[in-house]
């Protein structure tokens, strides 16, 4: 069966339409015509594989990575970068659009803004841990699979951390440990992550089933890697759910102070393994200095940063505010705030540990009005009640940092009902070569609301 490719979507796998049917077909690319397999068959949809690609995308090139083909980390190398740009931009129209039901017409959905140099980006990994021929290997998910790959180099990450990973599993071969396999739960040692700041300290994480008896050897493990490629703190977590959660609840601190240093935008702050903070420092800059430009302060704001983190936008903004409030679920992300805000000496913002579902609802019923709101949730996007908290406190600006354009797009929807009218899009590429974008929509309240 011959497809046109028409678009990409969330997965990064080329779309097309035949017959009333769409078919998803990883690695082809828009504009290519393909000759297909069906691997996999529903009532309105299929997934295909390609068996002959007929024409090529003149944008079409040789991925950098040996692994590309069956590592589930980069769906887009095969894409030129600065054609992934133009492919995420259609991405995040179609989803408006599609989703929305915005008009774009009225909303502007910039260029988006890629980086110069689109490789070692990532300040963080996670590895998954396998055994091959008898020894430890470090690695990721196969594309679409079950497997660990053991990779050697990854592309994404800086030399350091590469060297890093390559020495920890050098060191985890010399201790009697066992990997974790999720799909029978038996093992230990479940995920080695890694973090590294602008900064240059290294934060090494050793999740691992609970048990005691592995203290010994991971305190021993500990003391070898301090001082190696700039690590200055090793973090246990402790991990017994049977599910693919990365981390457990409990950490205990085996070597430096538990936390790691990062410096945005001329603003400290203290990051702990258990912490959110956005995994590309280049393009992080971009994305504030875009959420700034859309809060537009002058000095004398209230501003709401919901879903926080261990508040960095919250801080940044409280430069040129009144007051910030920030709310976040996870009680140790809003400890690392309030310290952040000290080492900043910032002391008109203020921070809540709660669902923003729960807070911002208090915070309306008790009269409490923001000039300009904040949201940076999670892929889930924002609940409604707190949606409808948020446009409660009337708000002259929202600002929705986004890292899912499917909620996003339903959220502006409801915020329009709302009496929000989003103004423009600027989406930012956190992370090349993968089919991920992340926005930020300036939206403002309509003038009858
Ligand atoms: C995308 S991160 C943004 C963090 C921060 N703004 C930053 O840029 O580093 C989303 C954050 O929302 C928090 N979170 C998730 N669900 C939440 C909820 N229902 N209420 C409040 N915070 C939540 C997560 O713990 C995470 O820190």
């Known amino acids: 069966m011959k497809l046109i490719i028409?678009?990409?979507?969330?997965?990064?796998?080329?779309?097309?339409?035949?017959?009333?049917?769409?078919?998803?077909?990883?690695?082809?690319?828009?504009?290519?015509?393909?000759?297909?397999?069906?691997?996999?068959?529903?009532?309105?949809?299929?997934?295909?594989?390609?068996?002959?690609?007929?024409?090529?995308?003149?944008?079409?090139?040789?991925?950098?990575?040996?692994?590309?083909?069956?590592?589930?980390?980069?769906?887009?190398?095969?894409?030129?970068?600065?054609?992934?740009?133009?492919?995420?931009?259609?991405?995040?129209?179609n989803t408006l659009k599609r989703i929305?039901?915005?008009?774009?017409?009225k909303v502007e959905v910039r260029s988006v803004l890629g980086m110069v140099?689109?490789?070692?980006?990532?300040?963080?990994?996670?590895?998954?841990?396998?055994?091959?021929?008898?020894?430890?290997?470090?690695?990721?998910?196969?594309?679409?699979?079950?497997?660990?790959?053991?990779?050697?180099?990854?592309?994404?990450?800086?030399?350091?951390?590469?060297?890093?990973?390559?020495?920890?599993?050098?060191?985890?071969?010399?201790?009697?440990?066992?990997?974790?396999?999720?799909?029978n739960h038996t093992g230990q040692l479940r995920h080695i992550i890694l973090r590294q700041t602008v900064t240059g300290q290294v934060m090494v994480g050793l999740v691992t089933v609970p048990e005691v008896s592995l203290k010994r050897r991971l305190m021993e493990l500990a003391s070898k890697l301090l001082g190696e490629e700039g690590v200055t703190t090793v973090v246990w977590n402790i991990n017994q759910q049977k599910t693919r959660e990365i981390l457990g609840?409990?950490?205990?601190?085996?070597?430096?102070?538990?936390?790691?240093?990062?410096?945005?935008?001329?603003?400290?702050?203290q990051v702990s393994l258990a912490a959110f903070l956005q995994v590309n420092p280049r393009q992080t800059e971009v994305l504030y200095q875009q959420a700034a430009g859309a809060a537009a302060l002058s000095g004398g704001e209230k501003v709401i940063d919901a879903y926080c983190g261990v508040g960095s936008i919250?801080?940044?903004?409280?430069?040129?505010?009144?007051?910030?409030?920030?709310?976040?679920?996870?009680?140790?992300?809003?400890?690392?705030?309030?310290?952040?805000?000290?080492?900043?000496?910032?002391?008109?913002?203020?921070?809540?540990?709660?669902?923003?579902?729960?807070?911002?609802?208090?915070?309306?019923?008790?009269?409490?009005?923001?000039?300009v709101i904040v949201v940076d949730p999670p892929r889930a996007g924002v609940e409604l009640p707190a949606l409808q908290a948020m446009a409660g406190m009337k708000p002259e600006r929202i600002v929705y940092v986004a890292c899912d354009v499917a909620t996003l797009a339903r959220d502006l929807a409801r915020l329009q009902e709302l009496g929000y009218e989003p103004k423009w899009v600027q989406p930012v590429d956190m992370f090349p070569h993968t089919a991920h974008v992340e926005c930020c929509c300036c939206l403002k309240r309509k003038k009858w609301s």
Not at 118 to 126: E, I, M
Not at 141 to 157: E, N, S, V, W
Not at 316 to 334: C, F, K, S
Not at 362 to 370: F, L, N, P, V
């Open 117 to 183: 140099e689109p490789w070692q980006y990532r300040n963080k990994v996670v590895w998954h841990v396998t055994k091959v021929n008898r020894r430890l290997r470090l690695g990721f998910f196969q594309r679409g699979g079950q497997q660990i790959i053991p990779i050697d180099y990854c592309l994404l990450l800086p030399l350091r951390l590469n060297q890093l990973k390559n020495k920890i599993e050098h060191l985890l071969n010399e201790i009697n440990i066992l990997p974790y396999d999720w799909r």
């Open 6 to 93: 028409t678009d990409i979507n969330h997965q990064g796998e080329g779309v097309g339409r035949l017959a009333g049917k769409v078919y998803f077909v990883p690695g082809a690319l828009p504009g290519e015509e393909v000759e297909i397999e069906v691997t996999e068959e529903k009532k309105s949809w299929a997934r295909a594989r390609i068996i002959n690609l007929h024409v090529p995308s003149a944008e079409r090139c040789q991925p950098h990575c040996p692994y590309f083909e069956q590592c589930g980390g980069c769906q887009l190398q095969q894409l030129a970068y600065s054609a992934q740009l133009a492919v995420k931009r259609e991405l995040v129209q």
């Open 314 to 371: 919250a801080l940044l903004m409280a430069r040129q505010a009144a007051e910030v409030r920030g709310v976040e679920v996870v009680a140790e992300a809003i400890a690392a705030a309030r310290v952040n805000a000290t080492i900043n000496r910032i002391t008109n913002a203020s921070f809540r540990v709660g669902l923003a579902e729960k807070i911002l609802p208090e915070w309306e019923r008790e009269g409490y009005r923001a000039q």
């Open 249 to 269: 609840r409990e950490n205990q601190t085996l070597a430096g102070p538990g936390f790691i240093e990062e410096e945005i935008l001329g603003l400290k702050f």
């Open 100 to 105: 929305g039901k915005l008009d774009l017409g």
